[in-house]
Nanobody, 114 residues
Framework: VQLAESGGGLVQPGGSLRLSCAAS????????MRWARQAPGKGLEWVSR???????YYADSVKGRFTISRDNAKNTVYLQMNSLKPEDTAVYYC?????????WGQGTQVTVSS
């Protein structure tokens, strides 16, 4: 299983970023995909997940600002992040749950600062 996140970077408060996670090594279309983040000095925080049927769930801290989506033809899951706040600064990780088990990618840094 391989999960490769991309799209992180530095953005001003109120700005937007779209994270991508390219997956391989398992049956993507039947898997649950998720995003989590870890801010400096804090534990891992669940952000969002999307099931194989397309249903989505969000942490209260990002609801209404972040949107998770998936493209089964490209084996890719996305996280569209709008109205970013300094407290969204973290390393963002993509995760998968399939018959092979649970896996996480290496993460991508998102920094929200003026």
């Amino acid at each position: 299983v391989q999960l490769a996140e991309s799209g992180g970077g530095l953005v001003q408060p109120g700005g937007s970023l779209r994270l991508s996670c390219a997956a391989s090594g398992f049956t993507f279309r039947t898997s649950t995909m998720r995003w989590a983040r870890q801010a400096p000095g804090k534990g891992l925080e669940w952000v969002s997940r999307i099931y194989s049927d397309g249903s989505t769930y969000y942490a209260d801290s990002v609801k209404g600002r972040f949107t998770i989506s998936r493209d089964n033809a490209k084996n890719t899951v996305y996280l569209q992040m709008n109205s970013l706040k300094p407290e969204d600064t973290a390393v963002y990780y993509c995760g998968s749950s399939s018959r092979l088990g649970d896996f996480w990618g290496q993460g991508t840094q998102v920094t929200v600062s003026s």
